[in-house]
C-alpha cells in the first residue's frame, strides 16, 4: 500500500472541496478517514484518520475493491442494497463526482457499538495525479438522533416511504436540533380526477411513480414520506441556501409531470419552507409549508411557492 502523507495545505484544500458540514467533522482523526485513489490504476496513495481502522474496517487498496465492501463490513441488512450500489458504481465509476458531493449513509452493527458513517466521493487533483477522494465520517450527535428516529419508523404500506407519523417525528428531531433545514410539502394536481377516471388502482400506481421519480433526485441524507393520500413530505437536511432550494423545487415540478391515457397529465404544487426562518418548530413548519404549497396550487398547480408571512 502507498501511503503518500499530504502537506496541511492539501489536506485543508480536499476538506474545503466536501464542504462545510464535513469541514467540522475533521477536529479530531478518530471522526473520519479520507482515501485517495488515483485515476489512472484506482490505487490508493494516501490516507488520513483514523475512523475506519479504529473499527477494524479494512481500507481497500484499490478502488475496484470497493465493490466487495458490502459483504464484508458489518453494514446493517436494511441498508445493503443501497450500499452496495453506492460501492458498485464507486468501484465502477459511475458516480457523476466530478459535478455532485455524492454520498451515503450506513450503518456499521459491530456488538453493542453501532455506528452511522456518511461516505462522500469527490474527484480533484494533487501534483498531476488525477484523484478520486473518498470520506467517511462519523455522523454528529444531531444527525444519529435524527436516523435513529427514521431508521426505527414506519412506513407506508403502498409507497415504502416514512409514514405521518414517522416524518413528524423525524420534522420535530429537525426543529429541535436548531440547524437549519429546507422543507417541501407536495401534492399532486389533479389526482382526484384520475381516480375517478381510472381507478383507485391506477391512482396507486401514480403513486408509486411519483415517489420512484423522487427518490432518484433525493439525496440519502434527505427524508421522505407520505403524509396523506397524495401528499408528501420532503426534509432537505441542511439545504440552508434559497437559490438552492428552487432549484430543487423546481426539479422536482418538472420530473414529476407525467402524462396519462385520455389526454390526463399529473402535475405537481409544491410550498417550500426554510427553518428557522420560516418556523421553529414542527407544527410551525408543516403549517407553513402547507400555506406555501396551496399558493401554488392557487397559481394553477404545476409550480412551487415559498412561505411568506
Known sequence: ????????????????????????????????TLCGYRKSDGSLIH????????????????????????????IEPKLLSSAQEYFTHLSEGKLNIKTDLTNLDILIKKEDDDCWINVSSIETEIDGDDLVEVLFINEDGEKVLLKRAIYGSETDDLTGTLNRNAVMRALSQMTAGGGEHTYILLDIDTFKEV????????????????????????RTDDILGRIGDDEFFICLYSVNDKEVAERIAAGICKN???E???????????????????????????????????????????????YEE
Not at 500500500?1 to 502537506?7: H, K, P, S
Not at 484518520?49 to 479504529?54: D, Q, R
Request: charged share 25%.
Open 1 to 32: 500500500m502507498q501511503n503518500n502523507e499530504l502537506n496541511k495545505e492539501q489536506v485543508t484544500k480536499i476538506i474545503q472541496m466536501f464542504g462545510e458540514r464535513r469541514r467540522s467533522r475533521f477536529g479530531c482523526e478518530d471522526y473520519y
Open 47 to 74: 490516507y488520513d484518520g483514523t475512523l475506519l481502522s479504529s473499527r477494524n474496517l479494512d481500507i481497500p487498496e484499490k478502488i475496484e475493491d470497493f465493490a466487495q465492501i458490502s459483504g464484508i463490513w458489518p
Open 195 to 218: 381516480n375517478l377516471t381510472f381507478g383507485y388502482k391506477m391512482g396507486d400506481q401514480v403513486l408509486v411513480n411519483v415517489v420512484n421519480i423522487l427518490r432518484k433526485h433525493l
Open 256 to 258: 414529476t409531470r407525467l
Open 260 to 306: 396519462l391515457p385520455n389526454g390526463l397529465s399529473i402535475t405537481t404544487s409544491v410550498g417550500v419552507v426554510m427553518s428557522p426562518k420560516d418556523g421553529t418548530s414542527a407544527a410551525e413548519i408543516y403549517g407553513h409549508a402547507d400555506l406555501a404549497m396551496l399558493s401554488a396550487r392557487k397559481k394553477g398547480g404545476d409550480t412551487y411557492s415559498f
